[in-house]
T-cell receptor, first 114, second 111 residues
Framework: KAGVTQTPRYLIKTRGQQVTLSCSPI?????VSWYQQTPGQGLQFLFE???????NKGNFPGRFSGRQFSNSRSEMNVSTLELGDSALYLC?????????????FGPGTRLTVT | DQQVKQNSPSLSVQEGRISILNCDYT??????FLWYKKYPAEGPTFLIS?????DKNEDGRFTVFLNKSAKHLSLHIVPSQPGDSAVYFC??????????FGAGTRLTVKP
């Protein structure tokens, strides 16, 4: 079974631009969560989508948004980029039933804002 | 709001010895706890978990202990191996909602 894939793996943007990151979950997983990882801060929860609906949301400004498609693939968008948005963005998928707490992470997208 | 805390950013142990990684949480509503391991350039991978109704869960060399009264959990690795060198994240969730992660502890196992 293929794992979680994220594209692109690396991205360099300038302040004020916007960016879209993509995540394809494991086949059969209908929940996709997004996290931001910065040094010393661990993984900060951004949001979770399930069946094309946002299920949970973390404490991030409205510049961070996401969506999920009918095939469970998800995209995350950050508008008006700031230098502090430079981070590793991780996507994770899981089944909602059964061992639903276990998340499977993709390799992440490294975003650098200059 | 840092509801899950890993106060040791790094830990170094000798191969064959025990590694103990600690995690504290503040939200008494958390009902499920997990440990993830992360190698450089890879996403975190699930290691072991424990429900709040238990106080211990063991899987091979890995054991997680939960002390609900102290709001503390720990991961024991015995014996430690060089391949265990990675960043370990503690995570907690309640009612199957979003998961809260700690800042991570970098474990180095020296040969």
């Amino acid at each position: 079974k293929a794992g979680v894939t994220q594209t692109p793996r690396y991205l360099i943007k300038t302040r004020g631009q916007q960016v879209t990151l993509s995540c394809s979950p494991i086949s059969g997983h209908r929940s996709v969560s997004w996290y931001q990882q910065t040094p010393g801060q661990g993984l900060q929860f951004l949001f979770e989508y399930f069946s094309e609906t946002q299920r949970n949301k973390g404490n991030f400004p409205g510049r961070f948004s996401g969506r999920q498609f009918s095939n469970s693939r998800s995209e995350m968008n950050v508008s008006t980029l700031e230098l502090g948005d430079s981070a590793l963005y991780l996507c994770a998928s899981r089944q909602i039933a059964g061992k639903s707490y276990e998340q499977y992470f993709g390799p992440g997208t490294r975003l650098t804002v200059t | 709001d840092q509801q899950v805390k890993q106060n040791s950013p790094s830990l170094s142990v000798q191969e064959g010895r025990i590694s103990i990684l600690n995690c504290d949480y503040t939200n008494s509503m958390f009902d499920y706890f997990l440990w993830y391991k992360k190698y450089p350039a890879e996403g975190p991978t699930f290691l072991i978990s424990i429900s709040s109704i238990k106080d211990k869960n063991e899987d091979g060399r890995f054991t997680v202990f939960l002390n609900k009264s102290a709001k503390h959990l720990s991961l024991h690795i015995v014996p430690s191996q060089p391949g265990d060198s990675a960043v370990y994240f503690c995570a907690a969730s309640y009612n199957n909602n979003d998961m809260r992660f700690g800042a991570g502890t970098r474990l180095t196992v020296k040969p």
